[in-house]
């Protein structure tokens, strides 16, 4: 299994894993999905074995304690010091592979390399568990997550960034 930067060819692989992985929320559109991708292609990958895209993971800077309302396309990075995870999602008949963490540990070293000083994400779909297991805690939130589904929870991670 490889990690690496989602290209142009890999769009209709991941609006399958989307429509597979999310049950409780509508599919965000492709042009929205490639905002983010558009902003930050080094942070938005697909883990491929064999020439088959198995998982795919849009995150991108942004500020902290704020969250992007889903259905809207990026059209611009706000002032950051952290990285929001926007979308993490493994194909079904993937899953339990450690394809999640594989992703986290390279979303880490590019978040080290840019200096970053946190992840952040909205957990849907009882997804928080996963998360807690890589470090992130549930964290306020001034603003509605109405736009992610049943029960959204906002969580975060500090980072010790490596010189």
């Known amino acids: ?9 890999d769009w209709q692989a991941i609006l399958q894993i989307q429509a597979d992985a999310y049950f409780e929320i509508q599919p965000e559109s492709v042009t929205v999905l ?5 902003l930050s292609q080094s942070t938005c990958v697909v883990v491929e074995e064999q020439q088959r ?4 993971c849009l995150a ?4 902290d304690n704020s969250a992007p309302p889903l259905f809207h396309e990026l059209t611009h990075i706000p002032q950051q010091a952290g990285l929001f995870i926007h979308d993490l999602a493994i194909h079904s008949s993937a899953r339990g592979r450690g394809i999640g963490r594989l992703i986290f ?3 880490h ?17 009882d ?12 964290a306020p939130l001034d603003k509605s997550l109405h736009s992610y589904g049943k029960n959204p929870v ?3 991670r500090h980072l010790i960034t490596t010189a």
Request: proline share 2%; hydrophobic share 45%; net charge positive.
């Open 1 to 9: 299994m490889i990690v690496r930067e989602i290209t142009i060819h």
């Open 34 to 38: 490639q905002s983010k991708w558009k």
């Open 53 to 56: 895209i198995l998982a795919y």
């Open 60 to 63: 991108h800077p942004w500020s």
């Open 105 to 107: 540990n390279y979303l």
């Open 109 to 125: 070293q590019q978040a080290n390399r840019h200096h970053l000083q946190f992840f952040s994400l909205v957990a849907i779909q």
């Open 127 to 138: 997804a928080t568990h996963f998360w807690q297991k890589l470090g992130f805690q549930v």
């Open 154 to 156: 906002y969580m975060k």
